[in-house]
């Protein structure tokens, strides 16, 4: 098996690795978001584990406790926490993230009440600042010391500044890695697809960093031999995407998906954690500074961020993409619009998308990808000849 | 009452439900008839070159009045918008600059009757532009949508951070007036505290005035003086059978003094209202002399359509007799200053959203109103109503049959209001009746 099959089948089977590690006597700590510092997990001794939905698993549990406009994908993660498919979880750090994750916490403590015996990790509640001012740094520089103080608690040992040192080297070095799988797709022409990389990326949050580390590297040892991906290349905002239902729809056409704003896609691996820094403080101010996830005000950091993001991965089209009921990111939409087709770059909006697409969904989505393809491609052959004519002339 | 038209000229469907609500009490009327003197003079004060200010409701007002700046509560102006039947236009009007039609409403109409920048139609004028917005960044949309309020205006946002409580405390009423520094953790105080601070000081620069905590002082012993008054409503209400007071004019009376809390016009009104539910209750008046069902509200009030509760009176003899906003103003404001005032107005907001959502209180509150059942909207569009199965369950518990009904608050595009009454008019029949 190849390093990318490796990757794919961590992405496939999510809880493999930490099952395995478990088996093993290793704890593992589930966190939600890409807003809880990993490094601290790992510096614990811990197997850091990202919670992520099941579009095909149902919601039937999570439905009785919650309105049926809580979003889908937390409504998910939180029916497999409520039916046993997390039970492999010792602990569970929920970061004050968006409303829906933030709620899980407070709906987890209240369905613990109605039904005790129910067997659910230990939870803690990591509560992150929503502005990038001073006064919020220094509470999230509090919280981070508080959450050290309850990995210590948990695993009844100190976490040293050498052990912290160390998981943050191992986070960089991937973080490192994967931003040049996310050059090979900003590559003219792309190396790798938006599915491929969706996968490369997510695994990295299923398995041990270490382990992915050397995939990757590997992985990349061999990417000059990767095939060139053909197609109009689009870039993807909106909500987080944690499965590959709605990039293999979009790439099944003639475009490739070259980049995306999204915490389980090229966001993830922005911004290194200071080394030069002390590892403790490095990691409060990473996680309180790093590139902008839709929780964070002010919102014109989200508008230049997409923007720079989609120019920089040679996006020829955008495609917004919001499950139903993620409303936050939605008041960014029109001025991304128009600050993308200020530069030339045309969009399409699917708002209220369902977690899990039917067939007649994906037969609609697959039409309006198809003209929004043809049409930027068709924009393109024009461009291009009235290029030749001028020359010509 | 004038057709209300979208923004292409069609008239709206649904913009003309119900009938307008009935007010009984003087306290009410005087207190409608105040604010929109208050605001006329308000107006005059900001052309004048005055500061103004315009802040969510569940944000620190006092610091701005121990100012002498103005302040308008954006739910208040929402509600005024939307018992205007304008709600359908604006939210239109949004919705053709590119917002999605599921957005939050709550919260953002006044920023949709901003983006309309027409002053004619805009209730009484609309407002001017204020000095600073405040909110706390309570949902992942209030960022945003103050964010592009200030843009509008071109003036600034001061947000506050919303921390959250890690422990859910139980029988929080119980405590919260004099053991704020309990119920609420120390380490959200500290940073609301600092927020507040840093608030007075941009306040300071920007209006050059100065803060005096003599009269922050005054202001938060007014504020205990005028929640005392509805704790003594709220409980007189809550025994009287049949019920002294409807729900239209308990909203006027409390909402009305509480967008002014800390004045003397506020603390005089809570009285008078208090003095005016005792009248009647003396006299033996009721909403309705054949009450043969007492309900509960959950949520906010149905702004567009106030009329809809006094429908039920007269079918069923079913009366609204309580809601959350004089619940709130009897057991979630009032602060023992504990020597150190400004961290009692910190720990008055910090959970007040927790708190006023949390089942077991609401359970509390329906109990000691005597109702025989609750109906309870929510929002399709408020993230914060995700959680309300619990309190459909915490009721269910306690065996008080809840209805909940989905709807818009104050948007009327989507109320159908046949259908809203067929639904409470069965819960009615089947569950409370029967």
Known sequence: ?393 | MSEVRSVSGQPKAGSGQGDRSVKQLRSSVEAAAYQKEWFKKTRERISEGDPFALAQADTPHEIFLTMDIPVVPVQWWSAVIAAKRLSAYYFDLMNERGYQRNLCRYCCLPLACTMDHNPERAPWGGLPKPTVLLAELTCDSHSKIFHLWAREYGCHFFPLECSASTVSYSRWWERIKHHWDEVIEPHRLDLRVEELKALIRFLEVTTERTFSHAKFVEIMELENEQEEYFKKTRDLIAETVPCPVNLADQFASTMNPQWHRGTQWGRDQARMFYEEVKERVNKGEAVCKNEKLRLMWIGAGLWHNIAFYQYFEEKYGAVFVCSIYLSIAADGYARDCLNDPLRALASRHLSMGEHLRQPDWLVKEAKLHKVNGAVMIVAENCIRDVGRRFTQIAFEDAGIPLLTIYADVVDAREWDDDKIKSQVSSFIEERLLS
């Open chain 1, 1 to 393: 098996m190849d390093a990318f099959e490796t990757m794919q089948k961590h992405y496939q089977q999510r809880d493999l690795a930490a099952r395995k590690w478990k088996e093993k006597g290793g704890k593992v700590a589930g966190y939600f978001c890409n807003n809880v510092p990993e490094e601290m997990i790992l510096a614990a001794g811990f197997f850091p584990f990202r919670i992520s939905g099941d579009p095909w698993g149902g919601t039937e549990v999570a439905d009785r406790y919650t309105e049926p406009f809580y979003e889908p994908d937390v409504r998910s993660m939180f029916n497999m926490l409520l039916t046993g498919r997390y039970d492999f979880l010792d602990f569970l750090i929920i970061p004050h993230s968006r409303d829906a994750i933030l709620a899980l916490y407070y709906h987890l403590g209240k369905v613990q009440q109605i039904a005790p015996t129910l067997k659910l990790p230990e939870l803690h509640l990591f509560d992150t600042p929503h502005t990038r001012f001073w006064m919020s740094g220094l509470y999230m520089r509090d919280r981070v010391r508080e959450l050290k103080k309850k990995l210590e608690e948990w695993s009844g040992q100190e976490i040293s500044n050498e052990r912290l040192s160390k998981a943050i080297a191992i986070g960089n070095e991937n973080k490192m890695l994967l931003k040049k799988v996310a050059a090979l797709r900003a590559a003219e022409p792309p190396r790798i697809s938006g599915v491929e990389a969706l996968q490369i990326i997510g695994s990295s949050m299923f398995m041990l960093k270490e382990e992915h580390n050397k995939l990757l590297r590997q992985f990349l040892t061999e990417a000059a031999r990767l095939p060139a991906k053909d197609g109009v290349r689009l870039f993807v905002e909106g909500s987080p995407i944690d499965n590959l239902q709605f990039y293999e729809l979009v790439e099944s056409g003639n475009a490739t998906i070259v980049g995306e704003d999204n915490c389980w896609g090229n966001r993830y691996s922005d911004d290194p954690v200071d080394v030069s820094l002390d590892p403790l403080e490095a990691i409060a101010e990473r996680y309180h500074l790093k590139s902008p996830c839709p929780r964070m005000h002010p919102m014109d950091r989200r508008v230049e961020y997409c923007l720079r993001s989609a120019v920089e991965a040679k996006a020829q089209g955008m495609i917004f993409f919001f499950l139903e009921w993620d409303n936050a990111l939605a008041w960014e939409y029109p001025d991304q619009k128009k600050a993308l087709e200020e530069k030339g770059i045309p969009t399409v909006c699917f708002e209220m998308q369902k977690y899990l697409l039917s067939d007649p969904e994906r037969e609609r989505l697959r039409t309006r990808i198809e003209q929004f393809v043809e049409a930027i491609g068709m924009d393109k052959k024009s461009a291009r000849s009235a290029h030749a004519r001028h020359a010509a002339q």
